[in-house]
């Protein structure tokens, strides 16, 4: 196996998107993600998992804009050892190795409080997390996951990539994106776990990642707000959809309550039945969470999706096609997406040959995060470029 490289930037330009999709790269992506949506149908995240403080609305961990107040609590996630209620560790080691890693990451927030001072997006103290992160990264990635040497720098990047940016203190569907590289690039790692184990892992993730948004008042990668599925995540709800539907090993769609109709997900009850088993149902209770006023406002393609759809076969369909359209298929996504030389390679799938590269000068300067969009551009409804969701019926 050659030695690993730092993954470098390749898509500069929309036209580089054809490329992407010629790509092993591309195809691995797709490969791990129908991996995962396989694994996970008809299973629930296990208990005592998904933290309920970062997806309940309450007075106490609602965050403060821009303020650093007793009210920003920090919330520690369980150790690894006790990741699964009532049940023997895994005997994955990886798996183990992950949970350990992301706990660390955990650790780090509650080490670095928000700094106080009025702020609109961005609380710098994000920077200074990034840096503790990325200080020896390799090293714990080397220590707790077993992977060829050579494929340690690329792992590490991906895991590093998939917590925001801390040059626009944001967080956005590019970062899940890299997380999904990152358990991609664990050989047998998807083909070894069970659906509850796949699922612990992105639970465990999306217990930091909220974290971060919370207690350092992130910005939606792109601000696409209400344009978008949702401001910061497309994958959370593309797996919690694949868990309302039919396993094909097991026959069931559920094993615990029976699946909740699709127009009954916004309900304070359903919310409340389902945000601890299953990922599709957290995203709308930490939605409900960060967000007030009316649904249809402020989230109107989520909620077109359980005004219009019948089945959740139909809801993952959509959500499966929008996440090719909306951010493989987006520039101001995966450009920030880059590639190595042995996990995620830019090479043609069919000749295996290096593709071309046509780099370009950067055209604008980011500017502070408070006030553009986080590319040096304002953000309006004329540049934001969306397609209409596969389930419209207008």
Not at 43 to 60: A, S
Not at 65 to 84: D, F, I, K, M, Y
Not at 148 to 166: C, D, K, R
Request: glycine share 8%.
């Amino acid at each position: 196996m050659p030695q690993g490289i730092s993954p470098s930037k390749k898509i500069f330009d929309s036209s580089d998107l054809v490329r992407f999709r010629k790509s092993i790269a591309y195809k691995k992506i797709h490969w791990i993600l129908e991996q995962v949506i396989e694994k996970v149908k008809g299973c629930e995240v296990p208990p005592g998992i998904l933290d309920v403080e970062l997806i309940t609305k309450t007075p106490r961990s609602t965050p403060n804009r821009g303020r650093n107040t007793e009210a920003n609590t920090s919330t520690t996630l369980p150790p690894p050892e006790s990741v699964v209620e009532d049940r023997p560790a895994s005997k994955n080691a990886n798996f183990n190795g992950i949970l350990k890693i992301l706990n660390h990451l955990n650790s780090l927030i509650d080490e670095t409080p928000p700094k106080e001072g009025p702020r609109r997006f961005g609380n710098l103290a994000c920077r200074i997390w990034h840096d503790k992160v990325n200080e020896g990264l390799s090293t714990i990635v080397e220590e707790n996951i077993s992977i060829p040497s050579a494929s340690i720098v690329e792992t590490s990047y991906y895991l590093q990539e998939a917590f925001g940016s801390s040059l626009r203190l944001d967080f956005g569907t590019g970062h899940e994106l890299s997380f999904l590289a990152f358990v991609g690039c664990i050989d047998g790692l998807v083909e070894s776990l069970t659906g509850p184990e796949l699922l612990t892992i992105f639970a465990k993730y999306y217990n930091v990642v909220r974290r971060l948004i919370l207690e350092y008042n992130l910005e939606p990668a792109g601000s696409h707000g209400v344009w978008g599925l949702d401001d910061h995540f497309h994958l959370i709800y593309i797996l919690g959809a694949a868990q309302f539907n039919e396993n094909k090993n097991t026959g069931k769609a559920s094993t615990g309550l029976a699946t909740p109709p699709v127009s009954s997900v916004l309900t304070l009850r359903v919310i409340d039945q389902f945000k601890l088993r299953n990922l599709y149902v957290s995203g709308i209770a930490f939605i409900y969470k960060i967000k007030s006023g009316p649904f249809n406002e402020h989230s109107p393609i989520i909620y077109d999706i359980h005004t219009t759809v019948i089945l959740w076969s139909k809801v993952l369909q959509g959500l499966r096609k929008m996440y090719e359209v909306e951010v493989l298929g987006k520039f101001p996504v995966v450009q920030h997406f880059w590639f190595g030389n042995i996990m995620y390679p830019w090479r043609d799938i069919d000749t295996n040959k290096d593709l071309p590269v046509f780099e370009k000068e950067e055209e604008e300067t980011p500017l502070e995060p408070d006030f553009l969009n986080g590319t040096g551009v304002m953000t309006t409804r004329k540049n934001i470029s969306m397609t209409g969701a596969p389930w419209a019926r207008r």
